[in-house]
């Protein structure tokens, strides 16, 4: 169970998974010891699986972004997942309901490089049909 200060850090480690125990301890108002256990709690029980990359602002408002929905030949779907994932410009995939199966997060460097993802994608075997919707702006993202 999740008590109301491991939410508190939770939200402290989703803006900065790099933070100091010390910093952690001072804003919850609790000790090192303390911090570091609650820390190690939540990674040994699966709260916490991990620290990732986050880019900067300057190096994402270089890239261009796509919400790519994708409609997929039921029979080929575990293979068209795994075409999928072994490509590094997807950087998440998710099954959906509706017309289309999956959209995927694309990114790319530039119109050019994205236009050839999304060639990539629609020529996998087991794509029937795609639908690409490129991000004009991000107004947030937690």
Same mark, same amino acid.
């Given at each position: 169970? =999740?008590?109301? &200060?491991?939410?508190? %850090? %939770?939200? %402290?480690?989703?803006?900065?998974?790099?933070?100091?125990?010390?910093?952690?301890?001072?804003?919850?108002?609790?000790?090192?010891?303390?911090?570091?256990?609650? =820390?190690?709690?939540?990674?040994?029980?699966?709260?916490?699986?991990?620290?990732?990359?986050?880019?900067?602002?300057?190096?994402?408002?270089?890239?261009?972004?796509?919400?790519?929905?994708? $409609?997929?030949?039921?029979?080929?779907?575990? $293979?068209?997942?795994? *075409?999928?994932?072994?490509?590094?410009? =997807?950087?998440?995939?998710?099954?959906?309901?509706?017309?289309?199966?999956?959209?995927?997060?694309? &990114?790319?460097?530039?119109?050019?490089?994205?236009? $050839? =993802?999304?060639?990539?994608?629609?020529?996998?075997?087991?794509? *029937?049909?795609?639908?690409?919707?490129?991000?004009? *702006?991000? $107004?947030?993202?937690?």
């Amino acid at each position: 169970m =999740i008590t109301e &200060q491991d939410q508190k %850090l %939770l939200s %402290l480690l989703r803006t900065n998974a790099r933070a100091s125990i010390s910093d952690l301890a001072r804003a919850l108002n609790l000790s090192r010891s303390t911090v570091q256990n609650r =820390i190690s709690r939540l990674e040994q029980t699966g709260v916490i699986k991990g620290y990732v990359l986050q880019y900067g602002n300057e190096f994402l408002n270089e890239q261009v972004s796509a919400h790519v929905s994708i $409609k997929v030949k039921q029979k080929l779907t575990t $293979k068209t997942n795994v *075409e999928l994932k072994q490509m590094s410009q =997807i950087s998440a995939l998710y099954a959906i309901s509706g017309e289309h199966d999956l959209i995927a997060v694309v &990114q790319a460097q530039s119109l050019e490089q994205l236009s $050839k =993802i999304l060639d990539d994608i629609g020529n996998l075997d087991g794509v *029937e049909r795609t639908n690409s919707s490129v991000i004009l *702006e991000t $107004k947030f993202n937690r």
